[in-house]
């Protein structure tokens, strides 16, 4: 016994000169040989006589301490073999103690005096009665009756929600034309209109029942909204001419108050579609507005930009004095809650700040009748699939939902099959990832270090009335362009996640404005920033991924304007080659030979790395020993 603890202390501790990396090894051979349930029990004798007794299994930790410091000691102390069991039990784990009567004795009382009375009701046992622990009863955790549970949870849910008040959901009063259309003309506006197409998302349903019938396009303003002649009146207002894809064919829907899919690329009016049959959805429900307790259309955006941008479209209609708030981080979280306070129907919301303002008791939710998750597969893409789902547990089940998405990945699918009621999906142009037709794609394969002055030599190129968004892969390249700049008198704005959002709203102002030509940004300003004027964008870092890569080309060349995009490509950035070219393809643009030649070199070597993988695989590790690379 006494050999077998020098070999551990003379290895493991006690000599100095010894390096980290076999400290580290012995201190592995030490835990696994002494206080696990795993193997043998090193050099100790496993004849010796031997008690056992039992600890709850939350205290096991003290009793090991930190790297097995305590057990050691106890060891040391009571020239004993002291072992944890942890297959004994749930809540109780065994200590078995190996050595003499007296050295046993002596452990129990430290064991006991260490871990205070937490095992005072577990009495030692003898090694036959350890031996048939087997046997006794385990717990069944299949016993527990989850469905009567289920059952429970929704008759509580059903409870809770019968008392609210009834939802209107259907305003919809179909034009005669519109009702009249043949199915051939109904397939030449959706054909004609970027190709749209309109489905119910989950099953295949009888398009013939009323229940299921998925409503005509339109093609004028006059057809969707004649019957709101103030909301005809303010469309009119902001001088558009026809409705966009989307639009034509996402307002007979979500006037009829079913729930919506809208799959469109960015700057294609996705905001118009959902916002203005919010605004007949607010005014229409029985429930007079100033007895509701809380706001009746809620929006969720990923960023505050877009979330500003969306209360800034809301804002440009008025109709019958309905109030809009927009409450986001980085905003002044006073100022938000005194106007909602004061009463608010339209909240926009950023995930954080609005699971901050509902867990205060200032926002409540359960009065949210139509619901929109704008930029979803953003929301995912940023992290806020359990603030999303949090705050829709308050939120009552029989709402219309509105979701909208640029691309639609299989987390966005989730998140519609758990939260949406028979959705129709209406997507325009195709489910592939592509980007806007009406933008010229330039690209230049170059060395990082050739990226700087062809920056700069395409700051000098720009003409009077052009503006351009350099988007950057880190905050700090963007700070030091911007310095750069200022120092040769060149005036320019900044936005990333480090700035004030005062900062970053006056940068997206000024160039709105034509105070600046130039915007250096990284992705923050990707998706949601809708300033109609931006001539180019420049990707002066290549995007982390390819749907990244077409919202950024997607900030020029809006409402139907031209645009150009510029993107500096290395070498580094090769694993993405085949899918821009893809893109590339799809647009018509113009594929630099080099592009293909870096798609064909990445797809060979990734077919080298798997056959090298699956060559280590069979050979256990020594394949790669062989060709000089550090086994792990």
């Known amino acids: 016994?006494?050999?077998?603890?020098?070999?551990?202390?003379?290895?493991?501790?006690?000599?100095?000169?010894?390096?980290?990396?076999?400290?580290?090894?012995?201190?592995?051979?030490?835990?696994?040989?002494?206080?696990?349930?795993?193997?043998?029990?090193?050099?100790?004798?496993?004849?010796?006589?031997?008690?056992?007794?039992?600890?709850?299994?939350?205290?096991?930790?003290?009793?090991?301490?930190?790297?097995?410091?305590?057990?050691?000691?106890?060891?040391?102390?009571?020239?004993?073999?002291?072992?944890?069991?942890?297959?004994?039990?749930?809540?109780?784990?065994?200590?078995?103690?190996?050595?003499?009567?007296?050295?046993?004795?002596?452990?129990?009382?430290?064991?006991?005096?260490?871990?205070?009375?937490?095992?005072?009701?577990?009495?030692?046992?003898?090694?036959?009665?350890?031996?048939?622990?087997?046997?006794?009863?385990?717990?069944?955790?299949?016993?527990?009756?989850?469905?009567?549970?289920?059952?429970?949870?929704?008759?509580?849910?059903?409870?809770?929600?019968?008392?609210?008040?009834?939802?209107?959901?259907?305003?919809?009063?179909?034009?005669?034309?519109?009702?009249?259309?043949?199915?051939?003309?109904?397939?030449?506006?959706?054909?004609?209109?970027?190709?749209?197409?309109?489905?119910?998302?989950?099953?295949?349903?009888?398009?013939?029942?009323?229940?299921?019938?998925?409503?005509?396009?339109?093609?004028?303003?006059?057809?969707?909204?004649?019957?709101?002649?103030?909301?005809?009146?303010?469309?009119?207002?902001?001088?558009?001419?026809?409705?966009?894809?989307?639009?034509?064919?996402?307002?007979?829907?979500?006037?009829?108050?079913?729930?919506?899919?809208?799959?469109?690329?960015?700057?294609?009016?996705?905001?118009?579609?959902?916002?203005?049959?919010?605004?007949?959805?607010?005014?229409?429900?029985?429930?007079?507005?100033?007895?509701?307790k809380g706001p009746n259309v809620l929006v969720m955006a990923p960023t505050r930009e877009l979330a500003l941008q969306i209360e800034k479209e809301v804002n440009k209609y008025s109709y019958h004095g309905i109030k809009a708030v927009c409450v986001y981080g980085g905003g002044s979280r006073k100022d938000q809650v005194n106007i909602v306070m004061q009463g608010v129907e339209i909240v926009i919301a950023t995930p954080g700040r609005l699971n901050d303002l509902v867990e205060a008791h200032i926002l409540n939710v359960t009065e949210v009748t139509y619901l929109v998750l704008d930029e979803a597969d953003r929301m995912l893409d940023m992290g806020f699939e359990p603030q999303i789902r949090k705050t829709l547990l308050d939120v009552r089940p029989d709402r219309q939902t509105v979701m909208t998405s640029a691309t639609w990945p299989q987390g966005v699918r989730r998140l519609a099959q758990s939260y949406m009621k028979n959705p129709l999906q209406v997507f325009v142009g195709s489910l592939d990832l592509a980007t806007v037709h009406t933008v010229v794609q330039r690209l230049y394969i170059i060395d990082e270090d050739e990226k700087s002055n062809m920056m700069y030599q395409f700051f000098r190129q720009m003409g009077p009335t052009d503006k351009v968004i350099v988007f950057f892969g880190k905050k700090s390249r963007v700070d030091d362009i911007a310095s750069d700049l200022a120092l040769q008198g060149v005036n320019c704005q900044s936005i990333h996640g480090g700035r004030e959002q005062s900062d970053r709203e006056q940068a997206l102002e000024d160039l709105k404005t034509g105070e600046v030509q130039i915007l250096l940004a990284t992705d923050v300003a990707s998706r949601g920033i809708d300033i109609e004027d931006v001539t180019h964008v420049l990707n002066y870092d290549f995007p982390r991924d390819i749907e990244e890569y077409v919202h950024r080309v997607g900030r020029t060349g809006r409402a139907g304007r031209t645009g150009e995009s510029i993107t500096f490509m290395t070498r580094k950035d090769w694993s993405l080659a085949k899918e821009l070219i893809n893109l590339l393809e799809e647009a018509n643009q113009e594929i630099p030979t080099e592009l293909h030649q870096m798609a064909d070199r990445y797809g060979a070597w990734k077919e080298k790395r798997a056959q090298e993988k699956q060559c280590e695989r069979l050979d256990g590790g020594n394949y790669s020993n062989r060709r000089g690379n550090r086994r792990w």
């Not at 100790?44 to 097995?68: A, C, R």
């Not at 006991?112 to 006794?136: A, T, V």
């Open 1 to 292: 016994m006494e050999n077998s603890r020098q070999y551990y202390k003379s290895t493991s501790y006690s000599s100095s000169n010894s390096n980290r990396g076999s400290r580290h090894e012995d201190r592995g051979r030490y835990r696994r040989n002494n206080y696990s349930d795993r193997g043998q029990n090193g050099n100790f004798d496993e004849k010796s006589d031997k008690i056992t007794i039992h600890i709850e299994t939350d205290k096991v930790g003290k009793l090991i301490g930190k790297s097995g410091s305590n057990i050691r000691e106890l060891e040391d102390k009571t020239n004993t073999k002291i072992r944890v069991d942890r297959s004994t039990g749930i809540d109780v784990t065994a200590v078995i103690i190996i050595g003499s009567k007296e050295g046993q004795d002596q452990a129990k009382q430290l064991i006991e005096e260490s871990l205070g009375d937490s095992h005072q009701n577990f009495q030692p046992r003898g090694e036959e009665e350890y031996r048939k622990q087997d046997d006794e009863p385990q717990i069944d955790f299949n016993a527990f009756d989850w469905s009567n549970a289920s059952k429970k949870c929704d008759d509580y849910r059903k409870e809770k929600w019968s008392k609210c008040a009834p939802i209107i959901k259907d305003f919809y009063k179909e034009h005669p034309i519109v009702a009249n259309m043949t199915k051939e003309h109904v397939a030449h506006i959706r054909k004609t209109n970027n190709n749209i197409e309109v489905r119910y998302m989950f099953q295949e349903q009888d398009e013939q029942s009323e229940e299921f019938h998925i409503p005509n396009p339109i093609e004028t303003f006059e057809q969707a909204f004649e019957s709101y002649p103030e909301i005809l009146e303010e469309v009119r207002k902001q001088g558009f001419v026809k409705p966009s894809p989307i639009q034509c064919q996402a307002w007979p829907i979500l006037l009829s108050g079913k729930d919506l899919i809208g799959i469109a690329q960015t700057g294609t009016g996705k905001t118009l579609a959902f916002l203005l049959p919010a605004l007949i959805h607010i005014e229409g429900q029985v429930t007079p507005r100033a007895e509701r």
